[in-house]
């Protein structure tokens, strides 16, 4: 429920796989005054499962971040939840519309990409925010807690 002086956040969310709908589910359950108005997945099963599931339209299920940046008016963020190598495009282009971004991570998978993404941000002082969600993830908090507890000794090095 909107307290009086809480605006509305209206998402849009790139990437309708696992991570995307999860974080979108997330986003539906939370406190947070916000809702998901959009949807931009080339899959067409995903996109239109993920459009059911949050009662958009088919004029807010789109086939990719290109149309949705260009044509959604109607905007306030976007979840940016594509492929490693296809970050930047989308974080860019939702920054020139003056959207703040959650992307899942890693930033880009290209330094170059990763600057241009910082400068976008720079430019357009929007909130630019990297998710890191394994972390809590039931099964590494077992292990930081066993790790914590000294159930193996001193922790040394992780490679995983």
């Known amino acids: 429920m909107l307290k009086n002086s809480e605006k509305l956040l209206r998402v849009a969310v790139i990437g309708a796989g696992v991570r995307g709908t999860s974080l979108a589910r997330k986003l539906s359950t939370s406190e947070l ?3 998901v108005v959009a949807v931009a997945e080339p899959d067409e099963e995903k996109r239109r499962s993920f459009a059911d599931e949050f009662l958009l339209g088919k004029d807010a299920a789109y086939t990719g971040w290109e149309d949705l940046t260009n044509k959604l008016t109607d905007c306030d963020a976007a979840v940016i939840a594509t492929l490693d190598n296809q970050h930047a495009g989308p974080a ?3 920054l ?3 959207w ?3 992307l899942e991570k890693p930033l880009a998978d290209s330094f170059q990409d990763c ?3 910082v400068k976008t941000h720079e430019e357009r002082k929007k909130v630019v925010a990297v998710c890191h969600t394994l972390r809590f993830m039931e099964g590494f908090r077992k292990v930081k807690n066993l790790i914590s507890g000294g159930a193996i000794g001193e922790l040394v090095h992780v490679d995983h």
């Open 92 to 94: 860019v282009a939702c």
């Open 115 to 117: 600057r241009l993404i």
């Open 33 to 35: 005054s916000a809702v």
């Open 96 to 98: 020139k519309r003056d």
């Open 100 to 102: 703040h971004i959650l």
